[in-house]
C-alpha cells in the first residue's frame, strides 16, 4: 500500500521559536496533502488542504500565518508552525491522496511539545 | 453538511468476547463511508470501507455494512483480541464531493486477557 513517512516523530522546543514538520509520499504522486491536528484522546481536526504548487486552504479558524504550509513537490508537503507556544502543544498528522484518488493515506504523526 | 456520530468509549472488553462500535451518519448522497485505527502513538490506518449502500467493508475480521436505511455503518468483530486495543474512528468524506474527511469523535477499545 501507499506510504506516508513524517519527520521528525517527536519534537521539543522552546516558546517562541518555529518548527517544521515534513510530511512524504514514498511511493505514490501525492497531488493533495492534508494536514490535522489531534489533542489527547480527542478526534482528528482538519487544519487545511494543500494541493500540490497552489497555496493551502485553511479550515475556519486555524490562522495561515501561524501554520504556514508549503506543498511545493509531489512527494512533500511541510508545516512549519511559526512562533510556538504551549497551547500548540499536540499531535499533527498529515495524509495525502492521489490524483483522482479517493483514499487519503496517512503519515504516523508528529508530537510537538512546547515548553 | 455531512457529519459523523460515533458512541462514545473507552470500551473495555475481555479477549474473545464480541465487538460493536456504533456510527451514524448524516449526508447528501451516498458518500463512501470508513472506519480507521490508531494503535498508540501512531497515526491513523484505514481498516475498512464501503463505497456504496448495503456495501460490507471487512478486514482483519473487522466488518461494517453501509445500511442507508439507518443512515449507520457499526463497526463488528465476532472475537476481539489484546492486539486490537487502539482508537477507533468512523469518517466520511466532507459535503460537496471534496476528499476532505470528516471524523467521528474515536471509541477507545481495551481488551483485555
Known amino acids: 500500500g501507499a506510504v506516508v513517512s513524517q519527520h521528525p516523530s517527536r519534537v521539543i522546543c522552546k516558546s517562541g521559536t518555529s518548527v517544521k514538520i515534513e510530511c512524504r509520499s514514498l511511493?505514490?504522486?501525492?497531488?493533495?496533502m492534508f494536514w490535522y491536528r489531534q489533542f489527547p484522546k480527542q478526534s482528528l481536526m482538519l487544519m487545511a488542504t494543500?494541493?500540490?504548487?497552489?497555496?493551502?486552504?485553511?479550515e475556519q479558524g486555524v490562522e495561515k500565518d501561524k501554520f504556514l504550509i508549503n506543498h511545493a513537490s509531489l512527494t512533500l508537503s511541510t508545516l512549519t508552525v511559526t512562533s510556538a507556544h504551549p497551547e500548540d502543544s499536540s499531535f499533527y498528522i498529515c495524509?495525502?491522496?492521489?490524483?483522482?484518488?479517493?483514499?487519503?493515506?496517512f503519515g504516523p504523526g508528529t508530537r510537538l511539545t512546547v515548553l | 453538511g455531512n457529519s459523523v456520530t460515533q458512541m462514545e468509549g473507552p470500551v473495555t472488553l475481555s479477549e474473545e468476547a464480541f465487538l460493536t462500535i456504533n456510527c451514524t451518519y448524516t449526508a447528501t448522497g451516498y458518500p463512501s463511508l470508513f472506519w480507521y485505527v490508531q494503535y498508540p502513538g501512531e497515526g491513523l490506518q484505514l481498516l475498512l470501507k464501503?463505497?456504496?449502500?448495503?456495501d460490507k467493508g471487512s478486514n482483519k475480521g473487522f466488518e461494517a455494512t453501509y445500511r442507508k436505511e439507518t443512515t449507520s455503518f457499526h463497526l463488528e468483530k465476532g472475537s476481539v483480541q489484546v492486539s486490537d486495543s487502539a482508537v477507533y474512528f468512523c469518517?466520511?468524506?466532507?459535503?460537496?464531493?471534496?476528499?476532505?474527511?470528516?471524523f467521528g469523535a474515536g471509541t477507545r477499545l481495551a481488551v483485555h486477557p
Open positions: 511511493d505514490f504522486q501525492a497531488t493533495t
Open positions: 494543500s494541493n500540490e504548487g497552489s497555496k493551502a486552504t485553511y
Open positions: 495524509s495525502a491522496s492521489s490524483s483522482g484518488g479517493n483514499e487519503q493515506f
Open positions: 464501503a463505497t456504496k449502500a448495503d
Open positions: 469518517a466520511l468524506p466532507f459535503s460537496g464531493g471534496y476528499n476532505k474527511l470528516i
